[in-house]
């Protein structure tokens, strides 16, 4: 090998980790601490947030939190709760009722968009009551590629976060792409089964027979293969366009797209929230939430360009059942291993080459865990 030829992947010497990591509730808690509290976590899609509603409600990590678009227009993230008593400000019920201001409906302590109290009936009359004190708590909120993005404690920017598959998100015109279907799962398995699963495709043969006509499974390479973001492309077979049940696109193939981008499916995980998978006419989005040690919700989105004409019209229902199957077939394997590792005698077995990005996630996942210290 010369020094210009990438290495092999290998995944030489490597084991899966131990059960603990997918039943312990001290894990769980140190992965809060280590991970889900410093890093970028993808919250929703700037479409979700209606510009004729005020504000949208969300819980990340079983915190409570909304979202509002502040006087500027700038989508600003508050901690849900009112400085007086602590009610719940922002509802399903009336987030498109807030208006400019947000109200508390308990003693009508009113806020600003921006998260200064601007209004609270009767604590005038108390001398040392300072209204600039009693804004509401604010978190780390920054748009990229049309998503969302919170962090509650950043150490870089969203844009730095996602710099190894920024070219990416530009060369898919993602902040361009409109939600066009949701599928939502609830998953009996850690987070982090789902993220080794969608790392490999050792076993597309025996779980994913369609897919695995449509991309055989060793036509995959690594574009990213250390660190939080890792994956790569797969070459579609010569009678695919696409990952869809009859092999056709859903609409027409997105804009500026090389031949060998229209040739290939691009997964990437970005860990700990989001899986992200390229098709040449649609953008596939996974987000993932931790439920506890071992129950995830993952939230499943398809994006597609506006259509500007007729001639362009969707017909995504190929698209979206080919990926409700295999989605379905993913969470079933996830759910078995979730069962087979919290056997008190389970012992993690080697990886295979093939799951060489497994044990990368795994290294960089067990070294972010190590960086806090106990
Ligand atoms: S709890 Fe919000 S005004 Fe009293
Ligand atoms: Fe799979």
Redo the contacts with the bound molecule.
Sequence with gaps: MNESTPPPRSAQGAYGIAGEYVTSEAIYKKESDAIFSRRWLCAGRLEELDPSSSCLPITLEKQNLFLVRDESGMIRAFRNFCRHRGSQLVTESNCSSMGKRIQCPYHAWTYSRSGALTSAPNMAENDDFDENSHGLFEVSCEVFGGFIWVNFNPEETVAEWLQPVAKHFQNWQISDLRLGHELVYHVEANWKLIFQ??S??Y??PI??PM?NRLTPYQGSSNELDEGPILGGPMGLADSSQTMSCDGKYAGPPIGNLTADQLRSVYYFTICPTMFLSLHPDYVLIHRIQRIDTGNSKVVCQFLFPTQSSDQQKLTPDQAIEFWDL?NR??WN?CELAQKGMSDPAYQPGPYSNLESVVAAFDRNYLSELDSKRD
């Design positions: 699963n969608y490999e495709c076993h597309c779980v994913h897919l295999t077939q993913d394997v």
